[in-house]
């Protein structure tokens, strides 16, 4: 179990790094899925299996189609249309594909094993993580879906810009 944790944790801060250091945006949308899963099975290790239901369905599903749909709404030409057609080649898809692969691994391990049966593991309910995330960390939840409006706002702002003109 600790294994798996830090492991995923592993994957999490590399995945997390080379989001950062992408210099393409579809790029750096591949390796944030994996993070996001990554910090799924964080979770989940944690034993907080709902926490970690939340991360992939409202992170890794909800958020990041809104990010793939603000990319492409940024209509750049017919460079574009070039770029990608480079983009679906499978060396861009190897780093990812290996990441998740070790990700789907851990999870398998982690739910044939039985580690979650274990009396010594706690798991946290539905409850509490919505009445963490509703009463003392409130102000928080709020400022990250303010924080993620504002982002989404300016990509729209930026993709309908005409070179430069406001």
């Given amino acids: 179990m600790n294994a798996t944790f830090y492991l995923s944790a592993a994957i999490a801060v590399l995945s997390t790094v080379l989001v950062i250091t992408r210099a393409n945006g579809v790029h750096a949308l591949l390796y944030l899925v994996v993070s996001l899963l990554a910090v799924a099975l964080v979770f989940f ?19 990041m189609v809104l990010f793939v749909f603000v990319v492409m709404m940024m209509n750049l030409g017919d460079a574009a249309a070039v770029r990608e057609a480079r983009w679906m080649e499978p060396k861009i898809w190897v780093g990812p594909s290996i990441l ?37 960390y ?29």
């Fill in 138 to 166: 409130l102000l928080c939840v709020e400022l990250a879906s303010m924080l993620l409006l504002a982002a989404l706002v300016g990509a729209y702002r930026l993709a309908h810009t005409e070179h430069g003109r406001l």
């Fill in 100 to 136: 998740a692969i070790l990700l789907t691994a851990q999870l398998a391990y982690m739910l044939d094993s039985n580690t979650m049966s274990q009396p010594h593991h706690a798991i946290v309910p539905a409850r509490a993580v919505g009445i963490a995330m509703y009463g003392p």
């Fill in 45 to 63: 290790t944690l034993g907080a299996p709902f926490a970690a239901a939340l991360e992939v369905i409202v992170y890794a599903g909800a958020i």
